[in-house]
């Protein structure tokens, strides 16, 4: 034990030895407090966790040890170099590996294309790093080539894997968007086979809409690996011999999450984890364990059952004899469940026809009407014997490969043409079971929820089940595993403390857990003032106040002298102040979704380069990931108080069952969450230690409520000016 203690010391005590010696070998690079003091706790951190099996020298079963840091660093602080350089250094001598996860891929990209190689530069030990995504970001060139038709097989091929969900998708759009799309695919095809694209969706100039790409995207649920005709070509398996090799691999919450258990990443309890942009992970959290099934749209089952005959006979598997009885009960039983959800719903469902998105109606405390209790047990059950005879087939299928590998492409095909389908057996399954799931006196439960909405000629109704505390999902699936790990971000503090981030992640109470607050090393008094622009209606009266704040903002976006950032919490809210924009202020003002993000933020770089004012309209998603520093944003504009949705199926749960226990959700769920949403937004203003901007809030209950107060003290120590209405 005693020579451990001295490892760690020793380890913590190079990692940082590395990571001065890269601060000072960086041009221009001035050192920075907070910088080393957060890099002084990664090392720490990262020393004491035991990673794979536990030592001998440590004692007959002992337990490892767990070490987990969650520190927040405030903007300017430089977390990238701060965690990386200590982490990579520690992994190197612990012969281990450095796995970080980002809560986007172009976080990752930036990561893998810019800060690794520049810190490779300056490591003492050389490490190489790789970029981890899911598979459905690369291509999978048989559905390409098949698509763009240059394939081999023919509309008459019993074995065709794509001529029956093809000629169903030709039917139901216009002729020239079938020939766009052919013409598209082809394309892809040809700058795939001149070299000139590798397979990415990320790196096209032009990344295609989910409805483009997903017919050619790479599946596990289809994929025969070695065994596919085109495996010595496929990008994704090309990717994953990168990360072998890789002392560092970057990879994604959704992907982190969704292979748990898949050995596509480093094992957790082998490898150091980073997680950056953590106040990310409990909403990604609830996003992979939440499921979802279509009660209407059910022909697929039809095809996946005769697929799974046609196979199993082949392959002489006896299983297959109760899939049509599977297939018939599956079919009824949800007709059964559609028509049993509008007879207790419909009303509710038909009257939100004219809102926005799909007309949704929640199960009050998770408890089902007895009607459709039966059903869905019964559905549940025919799905697990489908899927039972499935993994028969499946089983024979990969047996047969092995077999008779001059047979694979013909046996690689029936296996897609199965997993193909199979995962949507698979949500139906997990949907009716979370469905059932009760919640004993006193337990969580899961929110439950239906939907009705219009596709084409097509009434479509839907069932979707979720759970409510991503921290309990955190814990059960993913600290369990962890030994080693560090959660960072500009914005984990919420109202002054850790503890709602502590909550959300699954971390509260957790000895192994321990934190740290890096401020920022701007003088934000002295750089910024955050004005506090006071309406005279009430935030909660939607249509007076949008008014009143649409008149008071173009009052004050009429000023802007270079770059501009307005954020608004709705749709409707930035569709009025853009009918309200004068003539002459249109060609100032670019909006989100009217040009693809990348040539909206160029055009606006653009024309403060050359002097001229440009203001961004955005929503959610403007107000993190923008690094506008200097001129190209010294004006934040929030419209409002970004609190989620008051419709959120899943909040709505939430909050239903803390009132049940005697709790405030307000307080204790929607005040903290929107502290971590504003940090975020009024972050987008000062970049750097020589910006000088203001950021604006037109919402009065940020200085006017108990609750706001709070808010203000998560926010930036800016200067504070109170302005009356206009």
Not at 100 to 121: F, G, R, Y
Not at 170 to 195: C, D, H, N, V
Not at 597 to 621: A, C, D, W, Y
Request: net charge neutral; charged share 25%.
């Amino acid at each position: 034990m005693r020579h451990y203690c001295m490892s760690q010391q020793v380890w913590a005590a190079q990692a940082l030895e590395s990571f001065d010696a890269v601060v000072q070998a960086t041009a221009g690079f001035r050192s920075r407090h907070g910088q080393r003091r957060m890099a002084e706790q990664v090392a720490h951190t990262f020393s004491k966790a035991t990673l794979g099996k536990v030592d001998a020298e440590e004692g007959e079963g002992a337990a490892p040890t767990r070490a987990i840091a969650v520190i927040q660093a405030g903007t300017g602080v430089g977390k990238s170099l701060a965690y990386c350089a200590p982490a990579i250094a520690l992994a190197l001598s612990r012969g281990t590996r450095v796995l970080i996860s980002t809560a986007t891929v172009a976080l990752q990209e930036q990561l893998v294309n810019k800060d690794l190689p520049a810190l490779a530069a300056l490591m003492p030990q050389p490490f190489k790093f790789a970029l981890a995504k899911g598979r459905g970001r690369y291509v999978c060139k048989l559905k390409l080539d098949r698509l763009a038709g240059t394939g081999e097989a023919e509309e008459t091929d019993e074995d065709d894997l794509f001529a029956e969900e093809e000629a169903a998708a030709r039917a139901k759009r216009p002729r020239q968007e079938t020939e766009a799309r052919i013409q598209f695919y082809g394309a892809m095809a040809q700058t795939l086979a001149k070299g000139a694209w590798d397979g990415d969706r990320d790196s096209l100039e032009t990344p295609p809409e989910p409805e483009v790409w997903s017919p050619v995207a790479a599946e596990g649920a289809s994929c025969t690996g070695k065994h596919c005709p085109a495996f010595s070509q496929c990008t994704y398996y090309d990717k994953r011999k990168e990360l072998v090799g890789a002392q560092v691999i970057v990879a994604n919450h959704d992907l982190l999450l969704s292979s748990l258990g898949a050995r596509v990443l480093p094992e957790l309890d082998n490898c150091l984890l980073v997680l950056d942009e953590a106040h990310h992970l409990p909403a990604t959290a609830l996003q992979q364990f939440a499921c979802s099934m279509d009660m209407s749209r059910i022909t697929w089952i039809e095809r996946l059952s005769s697929r799974g005959l046609r196979i199993g006979a082949l392959l002489e598997v006896q299983e297959i004899a109760d899939i049509p009885r599977h297939a018939a009960q599956l079919r009824q039983t949800l007709q059964d469940l559609a028509r049993i959800v509008m007879d207790v719903y419909g009303p509710t469902l038909k009257s939100q026809k004219d809102t926005w998105g799909p007309a949704r109606v929640r199960v009050p405390r998770g408890e089902l009407p007895e009607p459709l209790i039966a059903p869905l047990g019964l559905l549940a059950a025919s799905a697990d014997g489908f899927l039972e005879a499935l993994r028969a087939i499946s089983k024979a299928l990969r047996a047969e490969m092995r077999d008779k590998p001059e047979e694979a492409k013909r046996l690689s095909t029936l296996y897609a043409q199965i997993g193909m389908l199979a995962p949507r057996l698979e949500e139906l399954h997990a949907t009716a079971q979370l469905l059932l799931q009760d919640a004993p006196e006193g337990a969580v439960p899961a929110a439950k929820w239906f939907t009705l909405e219009v596709d084409g000629d097509f009434i479509v109704v839907k069932g979707h089940a979720s759970p409510i505390l991503p921290g309990t999902t955190l814990r059960n699936h993913l600290w369990n595993a962890v030994r080693g790990a560090v959660l960072t971000s500009a914005t984990l503090n919420s109202c002054g403390n850790f503890d709602f981030f502590l909550r959300e992640a699954g971390l509260h109470g957790d000895e192994t857990t321990t934190t740290l607050e890096v401020p920022s090393p701007f003088n934000y008094a002295a750089q910024g003032t955050l004005i506090a622009a006071e309406t005279r209606a009430d935030p909660k009266n939607a249509a007076q106040f949008t008014a009143e704040m649409v008149d008071a903002l173009l009052h004050d976006i009429a000023r802007v002298e270079y770059g501009a950032l307005v954020l608004f919490t709705s749709r409707e809210q930035m569709r009025q102040a853009v009918d309200a924009l004068p003539t002459a202020m249109r060609s100032v003002v670019l909006v989100q979704n009217a040009l693809p993000r990348t040539q909206l933020l160029k055009r606006h770089r653009e024309r403060v380069e050359n002097g001229e004012p440009s203001v961004i309209f955005g929503m959610q998603s403007f107000g993190e990931g923008l690094d506008l520093p200097g001129r190209l944003c010294e004006s934040v504009f929030i419209t409002k108080l970004p609190f989620a949705p008051p419709d959120d199926p899943v909040g709505e749960a939430r909050a239903e069952w803390l009132r049940a226990v005697g709790r405030d959700p307000f307080s204790e769920l929607v005040v903290p969450a929107t502290a971590i949403r504003l940090a975020q937004w009024v972050g987008r203003a000062i970049r750097t230690e020589e910006d000088q901007a203001h950021v604006y809030c037109y919402d009065k209950r940020l200085v006017r409520t108990s609750y706001g107060q709070r808010l203000l003290k998560g926010l930036p120590p800016f200067a504070l000016q109170q302005r009356a209405p206009l």
